[in-house]
């Protein structure tokens, strides 16, 4: 039985599963144009930035970095915020954010302010991305809805940089990366800042509306899980998966490369990620259904584990290094879909933004700095094996993580409001 699940019986009958699902389609859309404007614009740009600004892409490429760790220092208070307001202001606010730093971004001159604007686009993305859409999405949702939920709209986010990395570079070669952040950030707010602020909103039957009754409980919740020592096995899971998935993401075409395939070829093969992410996710929600949940993300680490540590041996070939990506891939999706399950089976949903910000913040942090570890091996040893290897051992890390956590026994739990006995 999960601990605080605030979700039981919702008023409203149909209404209320009618605004739950009006709300999905809302981020959506709202995440496929975020991250295609936010997050995805940048690898196109970035050498024209690079060219312009008179740096190297290193020095520019560390603006992402310094975006992505702002995202992770953000993630507690925002899901604390978003447990105790929802997410309508903090969506609206951040996206409404997130259009005028693009246009900022278009008027850089210096490093220096490119950095200024993506500490400021990272706590953006923060309030109003995946995270803030997720919260938002298991507090309208009880647990037999609540995956399909979340796929639907992870699947249509999944297409983010099939839609906009094309049409990004299209822009750019028209008309130049400046006024394409222009276009992108007319495009991000009048749509994201709109939808965010009529449509989101809290569930009606939310009792966190019930300030301090409602605060108490997540308090218990939050301190409940962070003493529950399958959470940390959890965490250790989705941190070296985040850190497998990041290395083999920014990696993966250099090494192909270094196997003799041309840069189209490895860039194409790479690409595969993305569709294979939202092959897997399909996956893993349908056969959920009739195989734990814990056994499948297992099963998933496992195959991705296996495809790195082969890669060495296949990739010298076109149609092996294809087989190889391809069994990587199923698994790229799978820790957006299977957190949510996992945090909401064991904890409920009253305290979830909370929660899964404590569980977002180290995966983050190993998101945007394990490729630069992995960059850093590879100089050392001119090498990609040692790189392959440390993914393989990272995904090794993550099913253990998984497996630990499924099989070990849970502490009793005590609720504030009864003070029963949850296990």
């Known amino acids: 039985m999960p601990v605080g699940n605030v979700v039981a019986a919702r008023p409203g009958g149909h209404r209320y599963m009618s605004d739950g699902w009006r709300i999905v389609t809302v981020f959506a859309i709202t995440q496929t144009i975020g991250y295609g404007c936010l997050y995805y614009s940048f690898a196109v740009l970035l050498h024209p930035i690079a060219q312009d600004l008179h740096a190297s892409a290193a020095a520019v490429t560390a603006a992402l970095t310094i975006a992505v760790l702002t995202w ?38 210096t490093v220096w302010q490119l950095y200024l604007v993506f500490a400021g686009l990272g706590a953006a993305m923060a309030m109003a991305l995946y995270d803030a859409a997720t919260a938002v999405t298991v507090s309208w949702f009880g647990p037999d809805q609540r995956p399909r939920a979340i796929l ?7 297409f983010a940089s099939t839609i906009f990395m094309p049409l990004t570079g299209w822009l750019e070669q028209r008309f130049g990366w400046r006024s394409t952040l222009l ?26 509306r019930h300030h301090r009754a409602g605060r108490e409980q997540r ?30 993401t920014v990696h993966l075409v250099g090494y192909l490369m270094s196997r003799g395939h041309t840069a189209t070829f490895a860039a194409s093969v790479a690409g595969l990620l993305g569709v294979l992410s939202v092959t897997g996710r399909l996956v893993l929600t349908g056969a959920s259904r009739r195989v734990r949940l814990s ?10 584990a296996a495809a790195a540590v082969s890669l060495p041996l296949v990739a010298g070939t076109k149609a092996g290094a294809i087989v190889a990506v391809t069994a990587f891939g199923l698994g790229f999706g799978v820790a957006s879909l299977a957190s949510p399950a996992l945090l909401t089976d064991r904890y409920g949903t009253a305290a979830y933004a909370s929660i899964a910000g404590t569980l977002a913040t180290p995966v983050t942090v190993a998101r945007a700095t394990a490729p630069l570890a992995a960059a850093a091996l590879y100089t050392s040893t001119n090498n990609y094996l040692p790189v392959l290897a440390t993914i393989g051992a990272l995904l090794t890390l993550a099913t253990t993580g998984i497996l630990v956590r499924a099989t070990s026994p849970p502490p009793a739990i005590r609720r504030p409001s009864d003070r029963r006995e949850i296990t």
């Open 183 to 208: 276009v992108l950030a007319g495009v991000y707010g009048t749509i994201a800042v709109p939808l965010h602020l009529v449509v989101v909103r809290r569930p009606p039957s939310d009792p966190a």
């Open 295 to 304: 056994t499948m993300v297992a099963g998933i680490f496992v195959l991705q």
């Open 72 to 109: 992770a220092g953000l993630a507690i208070p925002i899901g604390r915020w978003l447990d105790r307001h929802g997410g309508r202001a903090l969506m609206t606010t951040g996206s409404l954010a997130g259009a005028v730093l693009l246009a900022a971004w278009s008027q850089v001159q």
């Open 219 to 248: 308090r218990s919740l939050l301190r409940a899980a962070v003493r529950d020592g399958r959470f940390w096995w959890l965490a250790l899971a989705f941190v070296a998966h985040a850190a497998a998935m990041s290395t083999m």
């Open 152 to 158: 639907t709209m992870i699947v249509a986010a999944g």
